[in-house]
């Protein structure tokens, strides 16, 4: 068996279409979704995701603005950037762009972004919404992963689904929505005792820790559904995930590649969470 792929670039396109579609509706209504993207600091993986950002955003029919500051700027001076960008009617989604310099506390400037501005989905109200089920913006990339499942027409009820990692951007709420649509969910991490035991239980397997091969063909369940959301870099320098690719392809049902899996739908979530933020209003 050769697992079928599903294919990010692909539905990513399909999706920012939408996307466009809907924006255009609101346009002809005098509103124009916006997003503030602010990056502080000269991190070059920094620089290219917020280029790819703003880029998405004016391919979609979206305003975007792009912040950029010295790596020396204060935490105040964030602080009130932060809070200006709140108060902008023009402005319906803001991102601050992590990692930020050591002396800026992540978490006090992602607790200062409006709730419903927020369309990264990680300040406390959006996890707190997740969790209990109530509306809010979903973290992009598990979200992402959500559409990758629904787009194969994956029913996940009563399935067993195990998240390899538990980090707060994408473990923790992949566990959640995957618990949402009725799947049974196991989260594993460094401290799991037999990861290989979990995992030829699963039938859909979430890799999300950023180390490389931490997923092997021996590990899968003959036609499971394997989700890679690793971006590492091999030996010989190439993108490549936290699954062994070429190994588990050959036993698992659909796979995703890296590149050209989560990765373009972790932009394009973004996308649709602004558009649904303008939406609201």
């Known amino acids: 068996m050769t697992a079928q792929l599903i294919d990010g670039n692909a539905l990513s396109k399909q999706l920012r279409a939408e996307v466009a579609q809907r924006a255009a509706a609101l346009r002809a209504r005098g509103i124009t979704p916006g997003l503030a993207v602010v990056l502080v600091g000269e991190n070059p993986a920094s620089q290219v995701y917020v280029r790819n950002k703003v880029k998405a955003c004016h391919d979609a029919g979206l305003h975007s603005v792009l912040e950029q500051y010295p790596a020396g700027l204060t935490e105040a001076e964030l602080l009130a950037r932060v809070e200006a960008l709140n108060k902008d009617p023009a402005i319906h989604g803001i991102l ?26 990680f300040h406390v109200a959006s996890a707190g919404a997740l969790m209990t089920g109530m509306p809010g913006f979903w973290p992009c990339t598990p979200y992402g992963c959500m559409k990758m499942l629904e787009s194969i027409g994956y029913d996940l009820r009563g399935k067993h689904a195990v998240v390899i990692g538990r980090s707060n951007i994408v473990g923790k709420p992949m566990a959640l929505m995957l618990l949402q649509k009725n799947a049974t969910v196991s989260i594993c991490h460094s401290a799991t005792k037999d990861l290989k035991g979990m995992t030829l239980q699963a039938d859909v397997i979430v890799a999300a820790v950023g180390k490389q091969k931490v997923l092997t063909a021996d590990m899968v369940k003959p036609g499971a559904v394997v989700i890679d959301v690793g971006m590492n870099r091999n030996a010989e320098g190439k993108l490549c995930g936290d699954v062994d690719f070429e190994g588990v392809r050959e036993v698992a049902g659909y796979i995703t590649p890296v590149p050209g899996g989560v990765g373009p739908m972790t932009i394009t979530m973004l996308l649709v969470n602004t558009l649904e933020a303008a939406e609201r209003l």
């Open 96 to 121: 601050v762009q992590l990692p930020l310099p050591a002396h800026i506390d992540a978490q006090k400037v992602i607790e200062a972004i409006a709730p419903a501005k927020d369309v990264d989905g």
